[in-house]
């Protein structure tokens, strides 16, 4: 089992950053891909970013490209998603989920964390 909690979300204004922090208990995230998905109040889930269990492979989605990015620290079993340049649309609930690596689906989630950007 996998335990993830997420953190760092908040009210920002447009422009603005924060940094989401996902920290796992219960395994390490050696054996674990991470991905980042958030969930607007008018959309769908939408994937956000991953990165792969061993930290080489990160990857965003277009709509956050330039200005999120993704890294881990496995030595504190912890993702991070940096987020710069933030937009009202990237407001929403962020969770992190976890998949054991090369699965194609991701078995963990945490309860998320609110990110709001609004002036």
């Known amino acids: 089992q996998v335990q993830l909690v997420e953190s760092g979300g908040g009210l920002v204004q447009p422009g603005g950053s924060l940094r989401l922090s996902c920290a796992a208990s219960g395994r390490t995230l050696n054996s674990y891909d991470m991905g980042w998905f958030r969930r607007a109040p008018w959309n769908e889930r939408e994937f956000v970013g991953f990165?792969?269990?061993?930290?080489?492979?990160?990857y965003v989605a277009d709509s956050v490209k330039g200005r999120f990015t993704v890294s881990s620290d496995n030595s504190k079993s912890t993702v991070y998603l940096q987020m710069n340049s933030l937009k009202s649309e990237d407001t929403g609930v962020y969770y992190c989920?976890?998949?054991?690596?090369?699965?194609?689906?991701?078995?963990?989630w945490g309860q998320g964390t609110q990110v709001t950007v609004s002036s």
């Open positions: 989920a976890a998949k054991w690596r090369g699965s194609s689906q991701y078995d963990y």
């Open positions: 990165v792969s269990w061993s930290g080489l492979l990160t």
